[in-house]
């Protein structure tokens, strides 16, 4: 089966635990399984990582870029406003990415306004909640299969 990686950034390991007026209830395996589900239906793997390292999330881009990988979901957490190491990875990965936030980070302060994953993502979902990430995996079958009918 191909996989799909989906990717978290730092403090992500602290959902459901703290903050939950912003980030919700839902813990990351509460996320996990949500993806796990969602991708099961597309016949498809999750490869599914949290990390509060830079390094670390570049190390499974470039895992991602060398496997039989139709895509990146990413939710790099606050690297998404400073990280141009991901945005390099990302680039250099040539797979199609979704950048995914839990919260509307457009209706947040003005320093979460700018993404440096957005540039080099296909698709963006902000302020839908845990849903974002299901609702990313299934925009990545789409995104897949667009692309399968240009080939030919
Ligand atoms: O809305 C999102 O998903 C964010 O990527 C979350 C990041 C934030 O820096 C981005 O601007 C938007 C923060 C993740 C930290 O998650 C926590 C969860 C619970 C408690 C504390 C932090």
Request: proline fraction near 3%; hydrophobic fraction near 45%.
């Amino acid at each position: 089966m191909a996989n799909v990686y989906v990717l978290n950034g730092p403090n992500l390991d602290l959902l459901g635990t703290r903050e939950p007026e912003t980030y919700g209830h839902a813990t990351l395996k509460d996320v996990e399984a949500l993806c796990r589900a969602t991708a099961s239906r597309h016949e498809l793997e999750v490869q599914f990582r949290q990390s509060n390292h830079e390094g670390e999330l570049i190390e499974w881009i470039h895992e991602a870029a060398a496997g039989d990988t139709v895509g990146i979901v990413i939710n790099a957490g606050a690297y998404t406003h400073s990280s141009i190491a991901i945005h390099d990875a990302l680039r250099a990965a040539m797979l199609p990415v979704v950048e995914v936030h839990i919260t509307n980070i457009f209706a947040r302060e003005s320093f979460r306004h700018h993404s440096y994953i957005a540039p080099v993502a296909s698709a963006c979902l902000c302020g839908f909640g845990i849903e974002g990430y299901a609702l990313a995996i299934t925009g990545l079958v789409s995104i897949n299969e667009s692309l399968a009918a240009q080939r030919g």
